[in-house]
């Protein structure tokens, strides 16, 4: 609902969204992401995406604050945000990949990739529970900004803006 922060969209609203969305990632992955790719090369996009998606982020948690109760004017940034937040994490998770197997000390790729790989599905796993249960507790708080019901989404943000950071200090041996 509009004054607990929410958009007011229902269950077919929201399947519309992310279908569009779902549309779009295909159109990007197969004809957009490898000439972006040739162009800024694949570390640079992926910091780039970092921050893109830290913005489309940030953006999805004001627009009832920015929008209010204007749903077209929902409907318009949700979609848009959410387009380019997943596009952006396309080329952010093809990057991290690319950046992973950069970074392995020779001879140590193959242990290098599996543990990326077991530490990024455990947080693929604890991400929704420990986000949901942030949600949901700051959406009940009476807590002030940015503790409300923004945090999650600054928290996410963060994250994002932290992954950029971290990505400068790699040592890279290619940027393909």
């Known amino acids: 609902t509009w004054d607990r922060g929410g958009l007011g969209f229902d269950a077919s609203g929201i399947g519309v969204v992310l279908m569009v969305t779902g549309i779009t990632l ?15 090369g694949t570390t640079q996009l992926m910091r780039a995406s970092t921050l893109i998606t830290a913005a489309s982020i940030a953006a999805q948690g004001f627009s009832s604050f920015l929008l209010e109760p204007s749903i077209i004017g929902c409907w318009a940034l949700l979609i848009a945000t959410e387009l380019i937040k997943a596009c952006a994490l396309a080329a952010l998770f093809t990057g991290c990949s690319v950046l992973v197997n ?7 790729l193959g242990a290098t990739n599996g543990l990326a790989q077991s530490t990024g599905s455990l947080f693929r796993a604890l991400g929704p529970f420990m986000g949901g249960a942030i949600f949901e507790s700051t959406l009940n708080s009476a807590s002030p900004f940015p503790f409300n019901y923004y945090f999650c989404f600054l928290l996410q943000a ?12 790699c040592p890279l041996r290619t940027d393909d």
């Open 102 to 108: 950069d970074t392995a000390p020779p001879g140590q």
């Open 158 to 169: 963060a994250i994002m803006v932290l992954t950029f950071v971290v990505t400068l200090y």
């Open 26 to 40: 295909v159109i990007f992955q197969l004809g957009v992401f490898a000439p972006l790719t040739r162009r800024f």
